[in-house]
C-alpha cells in the first residue's frame, strides 16, 4: 500500500454536527523503535503488546463551521481543564494529516480528553493519546462515506496514529502489533502497524505487565530528540540490523512459547534502547538508580524463584515486568516485599496485554 491510498476522493455527505468517542490503549515495545526518517517513517522495525488498561479517553464533538479559513479550529479539555498547551502538538497532526482527511478545516472541534493512568506518571501518553484522537477522526470519516472495510478502517488510523506519534501506531490493534518494514513478517509496513500475523503459544496469553513508577519527572530529553540523534550515531546500523533480527527470532519464540528466550531479547533491547543514549552525541542517561536497583533484584528474584519475570524499559526510568499471568501471584508478592520501595511514593500500576480500542 501507498500513501495514495489513504487519500479519500468523495464523502456522501458531510454531517453537520456530531460526536464520537474512542479509548486507546498505550502499548509496551519489546523490539524498540529508536531513529526514524522524514515523515515519520522508522528507522528500524518494532514489535509490541498491547496494554489492557492504561489507555486514552477521547471524546470529539464537531460542528460545521459558518466561515472556514486557513486554521483549524479547535478547543482542548484535558481531565476536564482547558489545556492550551497542547495545542500546538496538536496543531501540527493536524497539519499532517490533513490531506488524508480533508474535511478538518470544515469543522469546530471541541476534544475532550483524559488518562486512565495517574497524570503525570512518567508513562507515555502520545501512544495512547495520538491514536484515541486518530481514531475519532476516522470514525467521523466513516460515517461520511458509503463503505469503509474494517481492515481499512484499521490500516487508516494506524497510519494517521503514526504521523502523531511513531508508536501510536502499534495502539489499535492487539494483543500483539508489529509495525515496519521487516522481511520476516508478511505485509508488514512502514506505514502502519499490523496484528501479529502468526501463532503465537498460549503461555502468552493474558501475559502480565506492572509498571513501576520511579521517576515521574519532566524527562531532560524527549523521544522526539532522541530519534534525531540516531542520525549520523556510531552504532546506527548494527543496532538496526540487530532490531530486524530479534524480530525474526521472536517469531520462533511466540510460536515454541520459549520463555527463556523471550527473556534474553527483551531485556537485551531494553538495555540496547538505553545504551543507544548513552552512547549518542549528545549523550544522556534516563534511567534513575532506582531503576538499576529494580533490575538487579529482578535477576536476583527470577535465578532463585525459577520464574520467568523480565523487565522492559521505554524512553525514561520506569520499569515494566512482563511475565505470564501463572505466576502472578508470586511475582506480585515480590514487587511489594521488595520492589515497591524504589518506586516514587510506592506507586506501581498493574496492566495486562490488550485487544486494542474500543469505540465508546
Ligand atoms: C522508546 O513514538 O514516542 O517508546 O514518533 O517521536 O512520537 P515519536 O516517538 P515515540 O517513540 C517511542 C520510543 C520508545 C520505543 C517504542 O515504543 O518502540
Not at 486507546?24 to 526514524?36: C, D, F, Q, R, T
Not at 528507522?43 to 460542528?63: D, G, M, Q, R, Y
Not at 507515555?124 to 484522537?133: F, I, K, N, V
Request: with cysteine.
Amino acid at each position: 500500500m501507498t500513501e495514495k491510498e489513504f487519500i479519500p476522493t468523495s464523502y456522501t455527505t458531510l454531517k453537520d454536527e456530531g460526536v464520537v468517542a474512542y479509548s486507546s490503549p498505550s502499548n509496551i515495545a519489546l523490539v524498540k523503535y529508536w531513529g526514524k526518517r522524514e515523515n515519520q517513517i522508522p528507522a528500524n522495525p518494532s514489535i509490541s503488546f498491547t496494554l489492557a488498561s492504561c489507555a486514552t479517553i477521547t471524546k470529539v464533538h464537531f460542528k460545521k463551521r459558518e466561515k472556514k479559513d486557513d486554521n483549524f479550529s479547535f478547543e482542548l479539555l484535558f481531565e476536564g481543564e482547558v489545556k492550551d498547551e497542547f495545542k500546538p502538538k496538536i496543531n501540527t497532526f493536524l497539519r499532517r494529516i490533513e490531506q488524508y482527511l480533508p474535511f478538518l478545516k470544515d469543522y469546530h472541534f471541541k476534544i475532550d480528553t483524559s488518562n486512565s493512568f495517574p497524570h503525570s506518571s512518567g508513562i507515555a501518553s502520545s501512544a495512547s493519546g495520538m491514536s484515541a484522537l486518530a481514531l475519532c477522526f476516522m470514525e467521523m470519516e466513516r460515517t461520511f462515506s458509503n463503505a469503509i472495510s474494517q481492515e481499512y478502517f484499521n490500516k487508516k488510523v494506524s497510519f494517521l496514529s503514526r504521523l502523531g506519534s511513531g508508536s501510536a501506531c502499534r495502539s489499535i490493534e492487539g494483543p500483539l502489533v508489529q509495525w515496519g518494514d521487516c522481511n520476516a513478517f508478511e505485509g508488514s509496513s512502514n506505514l502502519f502497524g499490523i496484528k501479529y500475523p502468526y501463532e503465537v503459544h498460549s503461555v502468552f496469553n493474558n501475559f502480565q505487565d506492572t509498571i513501576l513508577l520511579v521517576d515521574k519527572g519532566e524527562k531532560q530529553v524527549s523521544s522526539t530528540v532522541g530519534h534525531e540523534l540516531m542520525h549520523g550515531h556510531p552504532f546506527a546500523s548494527q543496532r538496526f540490523e540487530q532490531a530486524h533480527n530479534n524480530l525474526e527470532k521472536l517469531r520462533t519464540v511466540f510460536a515454541e512459547g520459549n520463555l527463556n528466550e523471550f527473556i534474553s531479547i527483551v531485556e537485551s533491547e531494553a538495555l540496547t534502547l538505553h545504551a543507544m543514549m548513552m552512547t549518542s552525541s549528545p549523550y544522556f542517561i534516563l534511567m534513575k538508580p532506582n531503576t538499576l536497583s529494580i533490575i538487579n533484584a529482578i535477576w536476583k528474584f527470577r535465578k532463585e524463584s525459577k520464574t520467568h519475570v523480565c523487565f522492559t524499559l521505554d524512553a525514561g526510568a520506569n520499569v515494566h515486568l512482563l511475565y505470564p499471568e501463572n505466576e502472578r501471584e508470586v511475582v506480585l508478592h515480590f514487587i511489594k516485599e521488595v520492589l515497591v520501595p524504589f518506586c516514587q511514593n510506592g506507586q506501581y500500576i498493574c496492566d495486562r496485554i490488550g485487544l486494542g480500542a474500543k469505540k465508546l
